[in-house]
């Protein structure tokens, strides 16, 4: 009358291969995903035209006037300025083109990097009372 139940026997399984697999699919897709979204921002003109609109916050001592191009042709900067406290530098132009295939050996490649009108102005406040 008095009868003691056992539980039935529990067995674990060991997690599946499967779902590590599954995440290694998620980090590449999203990998890739990040790679591609780069490459339409900075690639595009209009991805470069909305860099440019943020630009001023995110360096706000650098002042570009004029931006033509994308990364693939070449781009154009006009009317640059950059002031600090002791220096000033001003560009009437620039023409910046990458090689891009460079950039998959981990190297940076400018086929054309042409300046007009560079003036630099550094300011000396060592000044004494």
Do not use: F, H
Request: neutral net charge; aromatic residues 4%.
């Amino acid at each position: 009358m008095n009868q003691t139940q056992v539980p039935a026997p529990v067995t674990i399984t060991p997690r599946q291969p499967r779902s590590v697999w599954l995440w290694l699919r998620l980090c590449l897709l999203t990998v890739l995903l990040l790679l591609a979204s780069t490459l339409a921002l900075v690639g595009s003109q209009a991805g470069l035209q909305l860099l440019w609109l943020l630009q001023p916050q995110l360096l706000p001592a650098l002042q570009i006037k004029q931006l033509q191009g994308d990364i693939w042709q070449g781009i154009t900067l006009r009317d640059l300025s950059y002031q600090q406290p002791a220096l000033d530098v001003k560009v009437s132009e620039l023409q910046i083109r990458l090689d891009i295939a460079c950039l998959l050996r981990q190297q940076l490649c400018l086929p054309l990097l042409q300046l007009q009108g560079l003036n630099v102005v550094q300011s000396n406040d060592n000044a004494e009372s």
